[in-house]
Structures are given as structure tokens and as C-alpha cells.
């Protein structure tokens, strides 16, 4: 019985020093190595000297990706990049559909040149939202985000994202109250929401400034495209000179769309 008591004892205790402990490190959702592998084996992104697949990243924490696209140029729609980035396959449908089907003709109809460039601040960087030092990681953790900056067009004229082409005063803030919805991630929903998948298109957006049809056309365009879309007049004033598209997953199945 003596025994007995001090085998219960002791696993009491180990079980004790476990939950002191914490909970177990953070990992990286299975998802995203899902998301990435099943892009790649249905070949959804074309290689090209311009885009091919590196190393895997591996860490710091639950950073990186199993297959960066090195991309310099997003080959279907003619665009170069900045500077190369890394980003996961899903993104790199992702932008150049979007370039493709949305930007190109945006470009073509309201300024008469196509886009060559797409501006970028960057795409992969292991941080947390909002550069804070607790909440959750950024999809930038996983290089499943790119942040646009602007566009140079053929004829050599740069279009930026910028306050000028802010919504004033915002729409989405009575959006999110109206399609406020719970998810698994609970805060996190309060602090970023947006129209639900249910919501047939993104609401229209009032841009300033003369390129104000164009930026609309842009970002809803976005809004269709990637999962998320922050830009200038999000709220959270962490998103003005850039648009911030990412391919993360929302809500409990997944499919929820953030558009800001
Ligand atoms: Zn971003």
C-alpha cells in the first residue's frame, strides 16, 4: 500500500510540475505545411528562373515554411518585384491571380499603362502581430503575407498606398459590428474582424486622391483574393502606407474573410 501511495504521489507530482511548466511549446499549425505541400504537388505555381522553391526555413520558434517560393517576378502577370521575397505557394497564386485578373486591368483602365512592379515592404519576418511582444504571430512568422506598397507602371509612374487613398471615415467599422462572428481564436476575432464569408462582396470602399477608382477596384479585388486584406483606414493605423494580403486561415472551418 506504502508503494502504491508513492507511485500516486509521485505521478501527482509530475503531473504538478507539468502544468507549472506551462503548456507545451507552440507549434506550427498542420495546416500550413498542408496548405503548402498540396500547392506544390498540383503544380498550381509554374517554375521559372524567376520563381523557384528553396530551402525550408526551420525556426526561430514556430517561424517558417517547408517550401519558400523564392519569387522575383510573378511570371503570369508580367510583374516584377522589388526585391525577391520569399512567400508559400498559396501566396504566390494568390498575388499573381490577383495582379493578373484584378491589378493589370485596374492599371490599363484608369491610368492607360500596365503594372511592372509591385512594391513590397517584405514578406517573410518572425514577429507577432502588430510587432507586439505577446498575442498571436503574424502570417509574415510563416511568409504566408506580402505587404504592398505600390505599384510603378510601364510608362515609369509610381502609384503608392498611401493616407491620401484612405476610406474617411471608415466603412468597415460598421461592417465588423454588423458580421462579428466567434472563432476557435476568440480575442483575436474582436481585434480583427470583418464582412463573414457569407457576405456576397466586400463593401464599396471611397478612396481619396485621384487614383481613389483605382485603389477601390484594388483592394476589393484583394478582398476576393486572399483571406486577409488590411489597408489604410483598418483601424488599428498599423496598415496606411501599405496593404497588407495574406493567406491565413479565419474562423472554424477556415474559410472566414478579413477585409479592413
Ligand atoms: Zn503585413
Not at 485596374?106 to 512592379?117: I, K, M, N, Q
Not at 502581430?129 to 505577446?134: E, G, I, K, P, T
Not at 498606398?161 to 484612405?166: L, N, P, T
Request: a positive charge.
Amino acid at each position: 500500500m506504502a508503494g502504491f501511495l508513492s507511485r500516486v504521489s509521485a505521478l501527482l507530482f509530475v503531473a504538478i510540475a507539468l502544468a507549472a511548466c506551462g503548456r507545451a511549446p507552440e507549434q506550427r499549425a498542420e495546416w500550413r505545411g498542408q496548405a503548402e505541400r498540396e500547392c506544390v504537388r498540383n503544380a498550381r505555381v509554374a517554375m521559372s528562373p524567376q520563381i523557384r522553391v528553396t530551402r525550408p526555413i526551420e525556426g526561430p520558434g514556430v517561424c517558417g515554411l517547408e517550401l519558400p517560393h523564392r519569387v522575383e517576378a510573378f511570371t503570369r502577370a508580367g510583374t516584377r518585384v522589388s526585391t525577391p521575397v520569399v512567400m508559400t505557394c498559396p501566396m504566390v497564386v494568390a498575388m499573381d491571380g490577383w495582379l493578373t485578373e484584378v491589378v493589370q486591368p485596374a492599371a490599363v483602365d484608369h491610368f492607360g499603362s500596365p503594372v511592372v512592379e509591385v512594391m513590397t515592404a517584405g514578406t517573410y519576418n518572425c514577429r507577432r502581430m502588430l510587432n507586439r511582444s505577446y498575442g498571436p504571430m503574424s502570417e509574415h512568422s510563416y511568409a504566408n503575407a506580402m505587404d504592398v506598397t505600390g505599384f510603378v507602371l510601364a510608362d515609369g509612374r509610381r502609384i503608392r498606398v498611401g493616407r491620401a487613398s484612405a476610406p474617411s471615415p471608415s466603412p468597415w467599422f460598421w461592417q465588423n459590428e454588423r458580421t462579428m462572428g466567434v472563432s476557435r481564436d476568440g480575442w483575436f476575432d474582436l481585434m480583427q474582424t470583418g464582412p463573414g464569408e457569407d457576405a456576397a462582396a466586400p463593401p464599396d470602399i471611397t478612396f481619396g486622391g485621384d487614383a481613389k477608382p483605382f485603389w477601390r477596384h484594388v483592394r476589393n479585388g484583394a478582398c476576393n483574393t486572399f483571406s486577409t486584406t488590411l489597408g489604410p483606414g483598418s483601424e488599428d493605423g498599423a496598415h496606411e502606407e501599405h496593404l497588407h494580403l495574406d493567406m491565413a486561415r479565419h474562423g472554424r472551418d477556415g474559410r472566414r474573410r478579413i477585409c479592413r
